[in-house]
């Protein structure tokens, strides 16, 4: 069987390459995409910062859901499964309330 997996060279600059911590996810849509803000929130401080934006297309979007979806069975499989039972810290722009509470 013939492998069809594209390889795909990228390049990560050092900046970026240590990452960003966040703890928080906050999802809204469009027609045409879907925002992620990552944000960080930590005891002492009022507001959760978002440190990074990322937008894509719907494809891009459910693509990533698989990827996801894949890799978090993999992690399963091999480590144990994930406890999600802790408060949730993604949700979605519209479960917010108009002062910027959950509802």
Not at 64 to 81: M, P, R, V
Request: aromatic residues 6%.
């Amino acid at each position: 069987m013939e492998n069809n997996k594209q390889q795909i060279n990228i390049e990560i600059k050092p900046e970026v390459a240590k990452g960003s911590y966040s703890n928080l996810a906050i999802i809204s849509h469009s027609q045409s995409e879907f925002i992620i803000d990552f944000a960080t929130a930590l005891p002492g401080l009022a507001k959760p910062e978002v440190g990074n934006r990322i937008l894509m297309t719907p494809e891009h979007a459910k693509r990533l859901l698989n990827a996801l979806t894949d890799n978090i069975q993999k992690y399963e499989s091999q480590f144990g499964g994930i406890r999600t039972d802790a408060p949730r810290a993604t949700f979605n722009l519209a479960d917010l309330n108009p002062n910027g509470t959950k509802s």
